[in-house]
Nanobody, 124 residues
Framework: QVQLVESGGGLVQAGGSLRLSCAAS????????MAWFRQAPGKEREFVAI????????SYADSVTGRFTISRDSAKNTVPLQMNMLKPEDTAVYYC?????????????????WGQGTQVTVSS
């Protein structure tokens, strides 16, 4: 059974940095796609960043390109998300997600497994 557990959220001032991590367990993830989504109050869950487990190839939402970096650590089975130059509009609950689909799905409905989320708050 796949389990995803996020950590690393918190409160940070605008312009600061945070590093989130997703610990993945329950199976081998070769062929999987891992992603980070976020959801602000009153808004739909939105795509942030994605990485193919096998190749490490990433893709990003336009709103975070150049500021966020996603990767995967195959030895530790983790998916870090380094967030720099944070803005108040980055405030949201951040979720880790996984799917066996072999492309770059960017819709939440295409993901089969979800973590419980971690709160990120950026003050102005």
């Amino acid at each position: 059974q796949v389990q995803l557990v996020e950590s690393g959220g918190g409160l940070v001032q605008a312009g600061g940095s945070l590093r989130l991590s997703c610990a993945a367990s329950g199976r081998t993830f070769d062929g999987f796609t891992m992603a980070w989504f976020r959801q602000a109050p009153g808004k739909e869950r939105e795509f942030v960043a994605i990485v193919r487990w096998s190749s490490g190839t990433p893709s990003y939402a336009d709103s975070v390109t150049g500021r966020f970096t996603i990767s995967r650590d195959s030895a530790k089975n983790t998916v870090p998300l380094q967030m720099n130059m944070l803005k108040p509009e980055d405030t949201a609950v951040y979720y880790c997600a996984a799917t066996s689909r072999g492309y770059f799905p960017k819709q939440a409905r295409e993901y089969d497994y979800w973590g419980q989320g971690t709160q990120v708050t950026v003050s102005s």
